[in-house]
């Protein structure tokens, strides 16, 4: 893993903000499991469980409040 | 997925900015399970399940807690 | 659903804020379950599972988070 | 219910703000489920459920955040 | 249960507020179930499941977000 | 268990400040669960479990928020 994924938490728009939320929730799954194999054998279970697909839009939501929080909310 | 689903945090009403964040929890399940058909799928499950309504209801909140934040809650 | 279930965050005390919160919270999954019978027959269900209202009573708890900081924690 | 269980979020201490989080929790299941007896029939069930209880000590969390912030996390 | 298990929210190091947000997060659990011995019984259950351990994780992880905040992330 | 483990919240970039919430997220694991051995036995049961990844997420999220704040989102 690069040392580089995560250079710094401004985004331009609150867009690119919900896609680094997106990064930083799979970058926990990533260190936790490092094994791509491993990782992509589990895809086609979560993403066919509801539970598993709300469970990973919570943890993008948490992320995001905290990338929101240091855009200041991309307000002017 | 267009890039202007999300221009901006800003709504002019708590109700709008409750829809926002309904709209960012969707989004949330949309990325990791792109095929509209497979959500499709899910949504008898989950909408007939208490348990999984329950968790719907709080990733709205959360989001719902940034949109909030970003509108100083919506305070003159 | 009317457009002003949600006019304001705004309330005259910390137990109408709970109040509150408790709407939002069921209104998150009014949204995704729009049919009253079909909710209705979940009732019995959670109702009587103990980790289902504490799963409620924690959506409850994020909204109120939102509502009290709204009203700046109803301090003069 | 009264309509006076929570008339301010204001506590002496830290220990006090702990407590009304804890009634806070609890008053998020009584809403939802206002039968004594009801609740009365779940409590052995949770009470000897390390899930539960843990499930239970996250949601007196949320609501210790919010008491905390409250008090200004009562610092002089 | 003593009256002075939470005096305060300040502590003299990130590491002690870390202890104080475990110590918080199983006092969550003591107010819902007061006999250590049942406690007790639980303990190789947990202590044996992954998904309690992270559970119990993030109980201490929302708990540590307060003290953190009420000791201004013990900047200088 | 060192006392030094948490010496400090502030971190050099965001990425530290993850990794130092993962940390943060694993030691909360091992206060409950001191032995390395079970620990290392629950290894491939949450590894290979999509929930549990997601969740172990989650408890980053939340630390990460924590680390976040404390150093003003590594703003200049």
Redesign the interface.
């Known amino acids: 893993m690069s040392?580089?994924?995560?250079?710094?938490?401004?985004t331009e728009?609150?867009?690119a903000g919900?896609q680094l939320a997106?990064k930083?929730?799979?970058?926990?799954?990533k260190?936790?499991?490092p094994s791509a194999e491993?990782?992509e054998?589990?895809?086609p279970?979560?993403?066919?469980?509801?539970?598993?697909?709300?469970?990973?839009?919570?943890?993008?939501?948490?992320?995001?409040?905290?990338v929101?929080?240091?855009n200041n909310?991309?307000?002017a």
Do not use: C
């Open positions: 040392d580089t994924w995560l250079p710094t938490l401004i728009s609150p867009e919900y997106i930083m929730s799979r970058m926990g799954v260190y936790t499991q491993a990782r054998k589990l895809r279970k979560y993403a066919e469980s509801a539970d598993s697909l709300i469970a990973v839009s919570h943890v993008v939501a948490v992320n995001f409040q905290t929101a929080a240091a909310y991309w307000k």
